[in-house]
């Protein structure tokens, strides 16, 4: 199983690789610059994830409105204080936003069903 982690930071970056380890998954972190349209095509993830405080979300929402997120998973994560910013995720197409202390959690299982 792909999952395309989108400009993520050092920290959560690092955790998404050990996850994606311990789980079998392979882990493809996208580069600053190309847009995240044509690393989707190119990776085909059943996974997207997404740092919501350094995601573009007018990007995310354009390419959800155009059916470009069909067939993937949307998971994004934000501060457990920013409920406003989890709130323009789910707006922008996001299909499911847990706080950064649910993440690991969540991601350990989302990968080992996704396996």
């Known amino acids: ?18 996850l994606a380890r311990q789980a079998g998954a392979r882990l493809v972190e996208t580069p600053e610059g190309p847009p995240l349209s044509q690393q989707l ?13 350094r995601a573009d979300l007018g990007e995310l929402s354009a390419m ?3 059916g470009e997120l069909r067939g993937i998973r949307v998971v994004a994560f934000a501060s ?6 989890a709130e323009q995720g789910r ?3 996001v299909a499911e936003v847990v706080t950064k202390g649910e993440l690991g959690r ?3 299982r989302l990968m080992t ?3």
């Open 1 to 18: 199983m792909v999952v395309l982690a989108h400009r993520l930071s050092f920290f959560f970056a690092t955790r998404a690789r050990e």
């Open 41 to 53: 095509q190119a990776e085909r993830p059943r996974v997207l994830l997404l740092e919501l405080d």
């Open 64 to 66: 959800s409105a155009a």
């Open 80 to 85: 457990h204080v920013r409920e406003d910013l």
């Open 91 to 93: 707006a922008a197409g």
């Open 106 to 108: 969540h991601l350990m």
């Open 113 to 115: 069903e996704q396996a």
